[in-house]
Every structure is written in C-alpha cells, then in structure tokens.
C-alpha cells in the first residue's frame, strides 16, 4: 500500500469566521493550480486546514466540494457528551462537518496538561467516532540535547496506542513528529534528524502493527515553510506535513503543498 502524502493547516487560536472563511475559499480555489504539474491525484494527497472550533462552520461550505481539502478540529474531547464544560466531543466534531482531529499537539500538552492517559482517551474517542486521529508526539530540546529524544517519543507512542491492535492501526491513524523545539522558533529539524525519527517511528508502527503499521503516514511539524519543505519531504521517510504559521496565508500554505506534491511518485 502506498501511504498518503497530507500537508495540513493548523490555524491555532487565529481567524474568525469571516477571516477563516475568506481564507479557506482561497484555498479551495487555488488549490488545483498548486497541483497542476504534479502527478498528485486524490488517492496521494490530502491538504488540510483546522481552524478554531468557532470558525469550523464558516470553512465547511469551501471544504466539502474538494475531495482533496479535509477540515479538521484542533483537538477532540475523551467523551461524546456528558457534563464536561467547554468539552467538544467527537460526534460535534462530524456534526459541525470536520473529518479529522489533531490530538496530543504539543501546546495542548505542554500548556493545558494533556497528559499521556488523557492523549491515549482523545484518540481512542476520536477513532471510536469515526474521525481520522492525526496523533502528534515530540521532544523538547533538553531531551534532544540528553541524547532521549528516540526513547521519548516512542514512550508517548506506546502511551497513546497502548491496547490497540493493528484494527485500530488503519488509513484514520496518522502520526506527526513535531520536535518541540522547533515549533514557532524559526528553528527547523534538519531533514536528516527528521527523516532519522520518522525511521524510527515507522520501525515501532511496524514492531506493534505489523504491515498496517508500515502503511501509516508520519508527517513532520515544526516551523515548515516553502523553502524548507522541498527538502525536507525529499530526505525520504516524511509524508507530509502539519504547518502552523505558514498555513494562515494561502499563499504560502498552497507553496508547501505545490512542493510536497512534487515528490509524488518520486
């Protein structure tokens, strides 16, 4: 099985309807030119853009034509409903018209106290709800520097699929590695220190999963731009990319696409 290239937006705590909403239809529009001269086609690529639960109805009208272009929730409750305060569950999630979610993204773990139970109780909440879990885990640069960063992100790994069999390890489980120290500092993984994780990420997939492990797409997050993606997806063993900053404008969103898109069939 050929894994899926994905590049997806992640707008933070920015963009209101309006705003999401003009830059989402810019998206939409302008996408088939940024494929146009690639060999990418529907089953190799999927862009993705999540916005902040507020603006999620305002993208959906530009998102649901475009087989290619997925919305997304920025994080997911552990339940469906119940009494949980400001808690949005999987089922709103597809209610509100969003496919996939981001769980564990390091912010949520390093600011709001997501730990390793509550990351495990997301995804399987995600996945139970028929949603495409985008599963990110990382090192900060203390655990770098320690020389622990492998063993890290495999402990987070092994924390959040722990009782999941290889059922669960199917084309809804996507993984991000997002080197902490990389993300909004203008400081990029290089991508043989990209690639080289994401080696060893696929070998503990195939270790627990077998072949369904083998087959997961693992993207890349920290600080991507257009003029380090080209390099980054060609060092091989990156399938994509979860894009913070540089997804907010279109332009330079749709310019990490094009150059992801490139390598398609390479």
């Known amino acids: 099985m050929t894994r899926t290239l994905w590049v997806l937006g992640n707008w933070k705590q920015n963009h209101l309807p309006e705003a999401a909403a003009a830059c989402a239809r810019q998206i939409a529009d302008d996408l088939p030119d940024a494929l146009r001269g690639t060999s ?3 089953g190799d690529i999927r862009v993705g853009i999540a916005p902040p639960y507020l603006s999620l109805a305002a993208t959906r ?3 649901r034509p475009h087989a290619m272009l997925w919305l997304l929730a920025q994080d997911c409750g552990a339940q469906d409903a119940g009494a ?3 808690e949005v569950g999987p089922n709103m999630i597809a209610a509100a018209g ?3 979610a981001i769980i564990g993204h390091s912010e949520r773990r390093a600011l709001f106290g997501d730990t390793d139970r509550l990351v495990q109780a997301k995804l399987r909440a995600a ?3 028929g949603l495409t879990a985008v599963l990110c885990v990382g090192e900060a640069l203390e655990v770098r520097q320690a020389g622990a960063h492998e063993a890290h992100v495999v402990a987070q790994l092994d924390a959040a699929l722990a009782g999941l069999g290889p059922e669960a390890a ?3 489980l996507v993984v991000a590695y997002e080197p902490v120290w990389a993300i909004g500092t ?3 993984a290089t991508p043989e220190q990209a690639a080289a994780m994401h080696r060893r990420i696929r070998a503990w997939l195939t270790e627990r999963f077998g072949s369904a492990g ?3 797409s693992i993207l890349y997050g920290g600080s991507v731009k257009a003029d380090n993606a080209q390099a980054l997806v060609a060092a091989g063993d990156i399938d994509g990319f979860l894009v913070g900053g540089a997804s907010l404008e279109p332009a330079s969103f749709l310019a990490i696409v094009a150059r992801a898109a490139a390598h398609v069939g390479t």
């Open 214 to 216: 083998t087959d997961r």
């Open 61 to 63: 009208p530009f998102v």
């Open 84 to 86: 949980f305060t400001g």
């Open 127 to 129: 996945l139970a709800g």
């Open 40 to 42: 990418a086609t529907v």
């Open 186 to 188: 203008g400081h990029t």
């Open 170 to 172: 199917n084309a809804r």
């Open 98 to 100: 969003a496919e996939a």
